[in-house]
């Protein structure tokens, strides 16, 4: 039986199934326009990554892992309308007919086949996928990435993927490339090795699944910009004042949550730096700074974790841990971050 670790259960169920942009941000506005690019970033994401190939954080923690998009050819757009809506047995996929109505799962999943599915759907650019594999990636790599040492050449491998190569490779250019090589590079010639239309192939396969912009995409700019209003004044400053609803935390089980769940945003050492941080914006939360140690007493890292934040990527941890685990994660911030500032 499909197995979800402890982890990736929490991981899961808090990010994904409690939707970590959805539950801390904003709806469409009714009859408002619908933008599945933002509801992908926002609803999945985070388990599918952000080219739909599965290559997320959270696909270590998951078993089964998340769905490749781009080796799907088999899923059909009903089946896929049918597992956003209602979920899929045996494994982390949830339903989202709670979160999203019928146009929203709609849009998104026709943007999943849109845009990372393209390949997958397209036996022509199935061969390419392949041809290229057996031809290109040696030098380009798996994803087009290029190099950043030469290989057989003065020059490195260019590197598909960039914006460079975006703006400056028209498909002529690329077809020529790839026919009659480049001078001065390591970059040869294929017109004896292979026709012309498996080259034409190798060509649009590239141009269709590893030129393809990243998503810009992330926290507040998915929401409209709007963030929500600070905790008053008052409430912040005192630092003395206890968890609510009686509530007394447990730090040495909320650091282990925290590593396992919360570092990978907010950095082993609260410092904002996780791994995970440098693509989101607003940034997360420093909890080593000037700023956050004056102002985040034990009542406000709880409200915090609870409800989320409007306009982030801080998702709403109430809708899957209890309320004594939020206190036992909301005491390590305060004790490790806030109170010694020891990061």
């Not at 700023?291 to 609870?306: E, L, M, W």
């Amino acid at each position: 039986m499909p197995r979800l670790s402890l982890t990736g259960l929490i991981l899961t169920l808090g990010i994904l199934a409690g939707g970590a942009a959805a539950l801390a941000g904003e709806r469409p506005l009714k009859g408002g326009q619908i933008k599945p690019d933002v509801l992908y970033h926002n609803y999945c994401s985070v388990c599918h990554g952000d080219r739909g190939d599965g290559r997320s954080r959270a696909r270590a923690s998951l078993n089964p892992p998340p769905r490749d998009f781009s080796t799907a050819a088999n899923l059909g757009r009903e089946a896929m309308i049918t597992i956003v809506a209602h979920g899929k047995a045996g494994t982390a996929m949830v339903g989202w007919q709670t979160q999203l109505n019928e146009k929203e799962i709609e849009a998104v999943v026709d943007y999943i086949r849109d845009t990372f599915m393209i390949v997958a759907l397209d036996p022509r650019l199935q061969k390419g996928r392949s041809l290229y594999a057996h031809n290109c990636v040696a030098c380009h790599g798996e994803r087009g990435q290029g190099s950043n040492h030469p290989v057989g050449g003065p020059t490195p491998p260019r590197d598909l993927s960039s914006p460079q190569s975006r703006a400056e490779l028209s498909r002529e250019r690329m077809v020529e490339s790839v026919t009659r090589g480049r001078p001065g590079t390591a970059m040869a010639g294929f017109a004896e090795r292979l026709p012309p239309a498996d080259i034409e192939a190798i060509v649009d396969y590239v141009r269709a699944a590893l030129m393809v912009p990243e998503t810009s995409i992330s926290g507040v700019k998915a929401h409209g910009g709007k963030q929500s209003d600070p905790a008053p004044a008052v409430a912040r400053s005192d630092m003395s004042l206890p968890m609510p609803n009686g509530l007394k935390g447990d730090a040495a089980r909320g650091e282990r949550f925290y590593m396992a769940n919360c570092a990978t945003c907010h950095g082993a050492k609260g410092d904002g730096k996780g791994p995970r941080a440098y693509f989101i914006n607003p940034k997360p939360r420093n909890f080593v700074e000037l700023k956050s140690r004056s102002t985040f007493n034990r009542p406000v890292i709880y409200a915090a974790t609870a409800m989320g934040k409007l306009g982030t990527e801080m998702p709403a941890w109430s809708k899957v841990l209890t309320d004594q685990e939020i206190a036992d994660v909301s005491e390590f911030v305060f004790r490790r971050y806030i109170r010694s500032g020891r990061g």
